[in-house]
């Protein structure tokens, strides 16, 4: 018995000993790149780079903006297929095995249909909240930049 515990023993060291030499691996290569990403030009920088405006070459003010649109955009999506995928899923298993409720049990057909359209119609709605939301930081993006061009406009006219 203590035979096949030292053995576990060894094989759960040398595979710990494995997994802290990879992460150091990993680290040392994120280390190299993020230093080479910042010995780089100020012109050459990704930041830079990824943060144009829509007009020529001029720097977002808000660099962290495109990012968050991004990531919205992609939980939405991921939002409206998983939801649909798991209300169908839901469904299915209400109508074939049941479900129990604080002592009431949900199953047939009806209740595994209401179950599948009440899912998607939620899916949909938390998916349209996510994309709104959205295209709301892109309103008052344009809305400050709008504001901006009409006053440089306004103090022009008026010299």
């Not at 802290?20 to 990704?46: E, G, K, Y």
């Not at 930041?47 to 939980?75: I, Q």
């Not at 109508?95 to 209401?114: F, K, P, Q, T």
Request: aromatic content about 10%; proline content about 2%; cysteine-free.
């Amino acid at each position: 018995m203590t035979a096949v515990s030292s053995s576990l023993l060894r094989k759960v060291v040398s595979l710990f000993h494995k997994v802290t030499s990879f992460l150091r691996n990993v680290v040392s290569l994120l280390d190299r790149l993020f230093r080479r990403l910042w010995l780089l030009p100020p012109f050459h920088r990704i930041d830079h780079a990824l943060h144009k405006a829509w007009k020529g070459n001029k720097l977002l003010e808000y660099r962290f903006l495109p990012y968050v649109t991004s990531v919205l955009r992609a939980l939405g999506w991921a939002v409206l297929v998983i939801g649909v995928t798991a209300s169908i899923l839901f469904g299915l298993r209400i109508m074939n095995d049941g479900l129990m409720v604080r002592g009431i049990e949900l199953m047939g057909v009806g209740m595994g249909v209401s179950a599948i359209v009440l899912g998607m119609i939620g899916s949909f709605l938390a998916w349209l909240f996510l994309l709104v939301n959205r295209e709301l930081i892109y309103l008052f993006i344009h809305v400050k930049e709008n504001t901006r061009n009409t006053a440089e406009s306004i103090t022009e006219n008026s010299n």
